[in-house]
């Protein structure tokens, strides 16, 4: 991990854990695995403290351990994970729109707990779906868990090791840590246990009436659903599949933008197919016929078989070549070429960031050169029909920030200037990696902007909540309008506005922070992929 990657790491472990756990996440970053007793000393943490930090790091998936064949146990920090942590709101919003807010609080609260079993996810989601329900319903047991099983069935959510017993977990030296007991099949990851789930949503009650309420009825509210053969078994979210929704979803949107939104749903229906039988990592979806995929267009889609085999031929002879064929059988067999898809989505990207840095004129020379591969500057001057004082300012522009690199050819072994060939070119998986690095370091200098503009404001940040908390109590006991309106008062205008500020400012970042994060994931995709190739 470089240090760009371990700086926002650090940031993201503080922001979301406090700082001990971002103390004892950052020293095993930096220094890889450690036992127990060397992570306390290093960190001058006492033990305890560091038994408790590491806790919560293997409950959400951010450490892992093994046991050393000197008889300690060692701890390892799993350096993607810290990333993705980045990507939380992304899975939540994700959740929402395909689960509606059932499957977005199901999401919300196995990322909050890292892991969770199924009857207990189950009652504290319905819980808190029956608490903003208006009109008094409670939410049924049973249908948070229909949800939970459609999660499961399209894998955004999967089983996980068992977790160990709490005091070998904490790292007790010279103890074997109790084995996890892992699926044994891909099958079994995602099958939900048969359950026998009673019982609908609780409101929380005032303190009064919790009081007047019986012993047995405080007992019998604050009781768990019944479960069967649960024990055991935990959850956790499958980040690998909703990467992978994501990337659908990129390539759906670039075929809408390339042509239309007939061909984007064509798209979408292939994919749909695969996605449960294509593992993230292949280069091809399962080959579909033309037939097949007639039959799995969404209903309301009123396209003939004639129209529909056109596009299919559209789609495969397209440059991007998103769209391939396999066979003729079936009426023809076609597969999206998914690692084809990334490296286009990627160089689109990087076509755009040096649009945006240095111009269309240097986007043209880029693009050119990675059509071209390599060039000499004259020809570059002469494809791109730019003036050779401006090609050459803008190629050292460029090489100057490694957008593209410079080789050497001599005819003769003295290197000789005026027998050299100089070729420009552009390598996209360095630039990928190199851009890669400057968007984390975008993001850290993002969180760090908006610790800053929390902490400057500080006093007036908590002064606005305390004449909130007022109002709402206020409210709450039927005060008249004229009262509230003398507490809201106590915020000045300058204030207010000030206040008003600091919202836009938090906000302006937040989106800034999703939108880079939107070019990570392409990046990282297209880095992934081309190791998957090697």
């Known amino acids: 991990m470089t240090q760009v990657e371990a700086r926002l790491s650090s940031l993201l472990l503080q922001e979301h854990f406090g700082e001990i756990v971002d103390r004892v996440g950052t020293f095993l970053i930096r220094t890889g695995s450690q036992p127990l007793r060397v992570i306390a000393n290093d960190t001058g943490t006492s033990l305890d403290q560091v038994k408790k930090s590491l806790c919560v790091l293997i409950q959400h998936n951010l450490v892992t351990y093994q046991l050393h064949k000197r008889g300690f146990v060692e701890y390892t920090a799993q350096g993607d994970c810290y990333l993705r942590i980045l990507r939380y709101p992304r899975y939540i919003y994700t959740a929402k729109t395909l689960y509606g807010d059932t499957g977005e609080l199901i999401v919300e609260e196995l990322?909050?707990?890292?892991?969770?079993?199924?009857?207990?996810?189950?009652?504290?989601?319905a819980d808190r779906l029956t608490e903003t329900i208006e009109d008094g319903k409670n939410v049924e047991?049973?249908?948070?868990?229909?949800?939970?099983?459609?999660?499961a069935d399209?894998?955004?959510?999967?089983?996980?090791?068992?977790?160990?017993?709490?005091?070998?977990?904490?790292?007790?030296?010279?103890?074997?840590?109790?084995?996890?007991?892992?699926?044994?099949?891909?099958?079994?990851?995602?099958?939900?246990?048969?359950?026998?789930?009673?019982?609908?949503?609780?409101?929380?009650?005032?303190?009064?009436?919790?009081?007047?309420?019986?012993?047995?009825?405080?007992?019998?509210?604050?009781?768990?659903?019944?479960?069967?053969?649960?024990?055991?078994?935990?959850w956790q979210i499958n980040t690998e599949r909703f990467h992978q929704h994501f990337r659908d979803q990129a390539i759906?949107?670039?075929?809408?933008?390339?042509?239309?939104?007939?061909?984007?749903?064509?798209?979408?229906?292939?994919?749909?197919?695969?996605?449960?039988?294509?593992?993230?990592?292949?280069?091809?979806?399962?080959?579909?016929?033309?037939?097949?995929?007639?039959?799995?267009?969404?209903?309301?889609?009123?396209?003939?078989?004639?129209?529909?085999?056109?596009?299919?031929?559209?789609?495969?002879?397209?440059?991007?070549?998103?769209?391939?064929?396999?066979?003729d059988s079936g009426g023809g067999m076609f597969v999206i070429n998914l690692h084809k898809a990334v490296a286009s989505l990627a160089v689109s990207n990087l076509e755009s960031i040096v649009q945006e840095r240095f111009g269309s004129r240097c986007a043209r020379i880029f693009r050119l050169l990675l059509r071209k591969r390599h060039l000499e500057q004259k020809?570059?001057?002469?494809?791109?029909?730019?003036?050779?004082?401006?090609?050459?300012?803008?190629?050292?522009?460029?090489?100057?920030?490694?957008?593209?690199?410079?080789?050497?050819?001599?005819?003769?072994?003295?290197?000789?200037?005026?027998?050299?060939?100089?070729?420009?070119?552009?390598?996209?998986?360095?630039?990928?990696r190199m851009l890669l690095q400057r968007c984390y370091q975008t993001v850290a200098n993002l969180i760090e902007r908006r610790q800053y503009e929390?902490?400057?404001?500080?006093?007036?940040?908590?002064k606005s909540q305390r004449i909130e908390a007022i109002i709402a109590s206020m409210q709450a006991t039927g005060a008249?309008?004229?009262?509230?309106?003398?507490?809201?008062?106590?915020?000045?205008?300058?204030?207010?506005q000030q206040l008003e500020s600091l919202k836009r400012n938090v906000n302006k970042l937040d989106a800034s922070e999703i939108q880079v994060d939107e070019t990570i994931f392409i990046l990282e995709s297209y880095i992934n992929s081309t190791k998957a190739k090697t």
């Open 252 to 327: 759906i949107s670039a075929v809408s933008n390339k042509m239309d939104q007939t061909s984007s749903e064509i798209v979408r229906t292939m994919l749909r197919m695969s996605e449960i039988t294509t593992s993230s990592d292949e280069a091809y979806t399962q080959p579909l016929s033309s037939n097949e995929i007639f039959r799995s267009l969404p209903p309301g889609y009123n396209i003939s078989k004639q129209v529909l085999d056109q596009y299919l031929s559209l789609l495969a002879d397209d440059p991007l070549e998103f769209v391939g064929r396999s066979g």
């Open 379 to 432: 020809q570059v001057e002469d494809f791109a029909m730019i003036p050779a004082k401006e090609a050459k300012d803008m190629l050292y522009k460029m090489l100057s920030v490694n957008l593209v690199s410079l080789q050497e050819i001599p005819k003769t072994p003295d290197h000789a200037p005026s027998r050299t060939f100089y070729l420009y070119a552009v390598n996209p998986l360095p630039t990928a």
């Open 141 to 151: 047991y049973s249908d948070v868990l229909a949800t939970f099983s459609q999660l």
């Open 154 to 234: 399209t894998h955004f959510v999967q089983r996980c090791p068992a977790l160990p017993d709490s005091e070998e977990t904490s790292g007790t030296e010279g103890r074997r840590p109790q084995a996890p007991t892992l699926v044994t099949s891909e099958k079994d990851m995602f099958t939900v246990p048969k359950l026998t789930l009673i019982g609908r949503g609780k409101r929380r009650r005032s303190e009064d009436d919790d009081e007047g309420a019986s012993h047995s009825k405080r007992q019998k509210r604050d009781a768990g659903p019944e479960t069967s053969q649960d024990d055991g078994i935990y």
């Open 454 to 462: 929390t902490k400057e404001n500080k006093r007036l940040l908590e």
């Open 111 to 125: 990322l909050l707990n890292g892991k969770m079993t199924l009857s207990v996810t189950v009652k504290k989601v």
């Open 480 to 496: 008249e309008d004229t009262q509230l309106q003398e507490i809201e008062e106590m915020i000045t205008a300058p204030e207010r």
